[in-house]
């Protein structure tokens, strides 16, 4: 039993006290079973094991609703005559040349990489959308293995597509099967599977029809959808159907179903995602990055669609993502008085909401029966502070990196900025290794 207290505790519990000044969260197993005042806990609970927040703020674990694993060895990365100037040319000359490279070892590493880096900025549960076409088969256990080794909990998918060809398109439809087969044979609060598929233009009807016979209607699907209007523009001229009203005719949409992206969604389109219950992810520095535009999220929210936010790897600091989010909706608006409430729902509650829809336990929130995935943020306001500004606090004075413990379905991960079961320099020396190698291949030289 852990009892983490001496903080500003912020619960984010809509039926109970959101915010103690002096308060802690006692934790059992892999579950909260008290939250309150840190002198009442400690009196209540005096054979647990403390854990001094040093008066930071106690908060829930952030998630992540898409991000990309197999991208985390290109930090720093410069390719030889890649110069992209559109979004397509960002997809094949950057993207697609990592993913070609990448082998099972480079799969591991890239997991490490990601996995600590997220630990590190007090991001709890990833979901994660993985390509590796130079080595299909395993490479979502080799994700899970790694999830599984450093405690964090995970939603993963492989990226099905034809850019490949034929054979690689069938192997990734198998990846997927394989990896669901796994989770339904080995359930688990920590491991899910969705059905992972990158944008439509590069999936045909027959692979759809692949995907759809694989999957049997047991798991939702992970798809990239009108990120780029080359998305759109396939669409229409080889289908004569937009992206969304294509996605309807396969049957891909529902309840349990990730739309990432949705920048150039239409009215009819946004109807179609609402009727279906179908679920969206805004990942706004990724898409004002690679200049594809601003998803209409105050519009998807108004429609009363769940809008989650990814990073889709652009970072790992969710507090980072949502500062962006805030500033490119009013930029897109004209307005600087929208979207707060939209883009503060989208991290702090439906992120959980998505979670709890793909079969994760109770997220996003600190009470008695809630999943014990705490984090604690070196933050010390010279403002007034409590759960009636706590977003304000964190859009403008808070980073990821002041996360200074980390604590996921029970388990003590990082305490006071060192990791815990984690020799940091052993893995970063591997994963170094590897991403020497990957550069290398890339670049046809010796790093």
Same mark, same amino acid.
């Given at each position: 039993?852990?009892?983490?207290?001496?903080?500003?505790?912020?619960?984010?519990?809509?039926?109970?006290?959101?915010?103690?000044?002096?308060?802690?969260?006692?934790?059992?197993?892999?579950?909260?079973?008290?939250?309150?005042?840190?002198?009442?806990?400690?009196?209540?609970?005096?054979?647990?094991?403390?854990?001094?927040?040093?008066?930071?703020?106690?908060?829930?674990?952030?998630?992540?609703?898409?991000?990309?694993?197999?991208?985390?060895?290109?930090?720093?990365?410069?390719?030889?005559?890649?110069?992209?100037?559109?979004?397509?040319?960002?997809?094949?000359?950057?993207?697609?040349?990592?993913?070609?490279?990448?082998?099972?070892?480079?799969?591991?590493?890239?997991?490490?990489?990601?996995?600590?880096?997220?630990?590190?900025?007090?991001?709890?549960?990833?979901?994660?959308?993985?390509?590796?076409?130079?080595?299909?088969?395993?490479?979502?256990?080799?994700?899970?293995?790694?999830?599984?080794?450093?405690?964090?909990?995970?939603?993963?998918?492989?990226?099905?597509?034809?850019?490949?060809?034929?054979?690689?398109?069938?192997?990734?439809?198998?990846?997927?099967?394989?990896?669901?087969?796994?989770?339904?044979?080995?359930?688990?609060?920590?491991?899910?599977?969705?059905?992972?598929?990158?944008?439509?233009?590069?999936?045909?009807?027959?692979?759809?029809?692949?995907?759809?016979?694989?999957?049997?209607?047991?798991?939702?699907?992970?798809?990239?959808?009108?990120?780029?209007?080359?998305?759109?523009?396939?669409?229409?001229?080889?289908?004569?159907?937009?992206?969304?009203?294509?996605?309807?005719?396969?049957?891909?949409?529902?309840?349990?179903?990730?739309?990432?992206?949705?920048?150039?969604?239409?009215?009819?389109?946004?109807?179609?995602?609402?009727?279906? $219950?179908?679920?969206? /992810? *805004?990942?706004? %520095?990724?898409?004002?990055?690679?200049? &594809?535009?601003? =998803?209409?999220?105050?519009?998807?929210?108004?429609?009363?669609?769940?809008?989650?936010?990814?990073?889709?790897?652009?970072?790992?600091?969710?507090?980072?993502?949502?500062?962006?989010?805030?500033?490119?909706?009013?930029?897109?608006?004209?307005?600087?008085?929208?979207?707060?409430?939209?883009?503060?729902?989208?991290?702090?509650?439906?992120?959980?909401?998505?979670?709890?829809?793909?079969?994760?336990?109770?997220?996003?929130?600190?009470?008695?029966?809630?999943?014990?995935?705490?984090?604690?943020?070196?933050?010390?306001?010279?403002?007034?502070?409590?759960?009636?500004?706590?977003?304000?606090?964190?859009?403008?004075?808070?980073?990821?990196?002041?996360?200074?413990?980390?604590?996921?379905?029970?388990?003590?991960?990082?305490? $006071?900025?060192?990791? /815990? *079961?984690?020799? %940091?320099?052993?893995?970063?020396?591997? &994963?170094?290794? =590897?991403?020497?190698?990957?550069?290398?291949?890339?670049?046809?030289?010796?790093?």
């Amino acid at each position: 039993m852990i009892l983490l207290a001496n903080g500003k505790l912020i619960t984010r519990d809509a039926d109970g006290a959101g915010y103690y000044p002096d308060g802690g969260v006692v934790i059992d197993g892999e579950k909260i079973a008290a939250v309150g005042e840190t002198a009442a806990l400690k009196a209540q609970y005096p054979q647990a094991e403390f854990v001094d927040a040093h008066g930071g703020v106690i908060m829930p674990g952030l998630i992540n609703a898409h991000t990309h694993i197999y991208s985390a060895l290109a930090r720093g990365l410069s390719i030889a005559g890649n110069n992209p100037t559109n979004f397509y040319e960002v997809l094949d000359g950057t993207w697609w040349a990592i993913d070609r490279h990448l082998d099972l070892e480079a799969t591991r590493a890239s997991a490490q990489a990601l996995v600590i880096d997220s630990i590190k900025q007090g991001v709890t549960t990833i979901f994660d959308h993985h390509a590796s076409f130079c080595e299909i088969p395993g490479s979502l256990m080799k994700i899970a293995d790694v999830t599984q080794e450093f405690g964090m909990r995970a939603c993963l998918c492989y990226e099905v597509s034809d850019r490949d060809g034929e054979e690689k398109s069938i192997q990734s439809v198998q990846e997927n099967k394989d990896f669901i087969d796994y989770c339904e044979k080995n359930p688990s609060d920590m491991l899910k599977a969705m059905f992972g598929g990158h944008a439509l233009f590069t999936i045909s009807d027959k692979t759809f029809d692949r995907m759809n016979a694989a999957n049997g209607g047991r798991a939702g699907y992970h798809i990239h959808v009108s990120e780029g209007m080359n998305d759109v523009y396939d669409s229409l001229q080889n289908y004569g159907r937009r992206p969304v009203q294509r996605l309807q005719d396969h049957g891909i949409l529902g309840e349990k179903t990730i739309l990432g992206h949705c920048i150039h969604v239409n009215t009819a389109e946004m109807d179609i995602i609402k009727a279906t $219950d179908t679920m969206c /992810v *805004n990942n706004p %520095e990724s898409n004002m990055g690679n200049a &594809v535009g601003i =998803s209409p999220v105050l519009q998807l929210h108004k429609k009363g669609i769940l809008v989650g936010m990814g990073t889709d790897a652009y970072t790992n600091d969710m507090l980072e993502s949502i500062k962006v989010a805030l500033c490119s909706q009013r930029h897109n608006a004209c307005l600087p008085n929208v979207g707060w409430c939209e883009v503060t729902d989208m991290l702090f509650h439906n992120n959980a909401k998505i979670a709890k829809r793909l079969g994760f336990p109770t997220l996003g929130v600190l009470k008695p029966g809630a999943a014990a995935d705490v984090i604690v943020m070196d933050y010390k306001p010279f403002t007034p502070f409590s759960d009636e500004n706590i977003d304000g606090h964190m859009i403008f004075g808070m980073t990821g990196r002041q996360c200074q413990t980390t604590i996921i379905n029970g388990k003590l991960l990082m305490r $006071d900025r060192q990791l /815990v *079961n984690i020799d %940091e320099e052993a893995v970063n020396a591997h &994963v170094l290794e =590897s991403a020497k190698r990957l550069w290398g291949q890339l670049n046809h030289r010796t790093y």
